[in-house]
């Protein structure tokens, strides 16, 4: 597959500039939703739980990446476990459950609103500087570019779930799919190890975006590393994977096996039989 390399700098500004128009789509799809009491594709959300959350998180990173999260509110919500993926189911439900009845009318607007604070806040701040996440843990910040990229990705993949829910088209762009990758998942991947899965496992792989980014993956039992286009080493398993695939195969929103039957992603290498392992290594929040 055919590769572009961009610095993680470069995919930042590219990330400033389509956020608004991105922001602005979903927003329009959450506008004409229709019925709120509409079961999701996400057990036990209607589609109204799935806009209140979407305009939550969406607040949430743009006020982080400004420096304006408050970070005492969400620590009162944020429950001490060890796994990142139960912190924010709890967070979720906590959330969902103080939110008044028609809180969702107002979601257009905070997306729109997080867009412009994003946008604004980005031109101030460099990739790496750390930014707070509470439910990522108050001693392990994540790089902005990161939480950048989870504005991005909530606001596709829960758009898309609101979409499916209302009948609506919404595709996820190959160009943003490459951008949550790039920016967010070196940093994501080593936080949300199945520790259970990952404990007899050790092997090197390599993920190609088609078009994008390199992620090189280290894993020695529980113990992860990421790399952003690592040099040429010894690997167990290549997988060349389309940017959109890999964000809805990774989130949960379809099938390893449909995707892999697309030619969507393919498995070459000593050890090709390790890529359906990986996939099942990391739960994405």
Sequence with gaps: ????????????????????????????????????????????????????HLGLACTAYAAAVA????????????PEHPDLAQRVAVLNATTLASAAPDEYLAVPGQIRAAAATLVAALGKREPEEPCSIPWFG????????????????ETVLHTLDIARTSGQAWTVPPKIARLIISLTYPETIPRTVDASRAANLH??????????????IDIDGTRVRTHRDPPPGRTDCHIWVEPAAFVLTASGRTSLARQIAAGRMISVGRKPWLAPVIARLFAHP
């Design 1 to 52: 597959m055919p590769r572009s390399r961009t610095t993680l700098a470069e995919d930042l500004a590219v990330a400033r500039v389509v956020a608004p128009d991105l922001a602005e789509r979903a927003a329009r799809v959450v506008e004409r939703m229709g019925d709120p009491r509409a079961v999701s594709p996400l057990p036990g959300w209607r589609a109204s739980d799935v806009a209140v």
């Design 138 to 153: 108050a001693d392990a910040p994540l790089p902005v570019a990161a939480v950048a990229g989870l504005f991005l990705s």
């Design 67 to 78: 420096g304006e999260l408050e970070a005492g509110r969400w620590d009162a919500m944020v």
């Design 203 to 216: 092997a090197a792989v390599r993920i190609h975006v088609r078009g994008g980014v390199t992620l090189g």
